[in-house]
């Protein structure tokens, strides 16, 4: 029995010792630049020149070109009253703005909101989202997300 719990114990600090390095510093407070998002969700075609993030990128920048698309993914469950209310400067264009159930969709779970933009403009860019109830006000303690979206020229 002692063998069982000491091979489990070295099995999980092996996964923990490969799976955290990938992981984005999140807790140095230091802004991130996202390059290489992480892949989709599996079976979701991308595009080239197309960037998925979701609430892992939270606070990043991201460079991109003016002829790539960016698409957000974060997690939303309507059903408890929260959504997303999401912002962005000029330079962006909204062009999808879709939630996305859970499978299989179960009363009450949740799934994601998915926003694709293009950008119109080369500049830096801000993409704000707060998550909350739309019939309450903002208290300054709600789920947030940002962040800075750096357009070069091609």
Known sequence: MKF????????????????LPGRPDTTSGNPKSVQTP??????????VGHLVVNEDHNNATVKMGLN???????????????????????????ITD??????????????????????????????KAVYLRSWEHETGKETTFSMTVTVKNP
């Open 38 to 47: 992480p892949p989709t969700p599996s079976g979701t075609p991308v595009r």
């Open 4 to 19: 069982s719990l000491i091979r489990r114990g070295i099995s999980i600090l092996s996964l923990v010792t490969i799976v």
């Open 98 to 127: 879709n939630y996305l159930p859970s499978t299989p969709q179960l009363t009450g779970s949740g799934g994601g909101h998915s926003w694709d933009f293009m950008p119109l403009i080369a500049g830096n860019h801000e993409i």
């Open 68 to 94: 790539e698309n960016l698409t957000i993914i974060l997690k939303e469950n309507p059903t408890t009253g929260f959504q997303w209310i999401l912002t962005t400067s000029q330079g962006l264009a909204v």
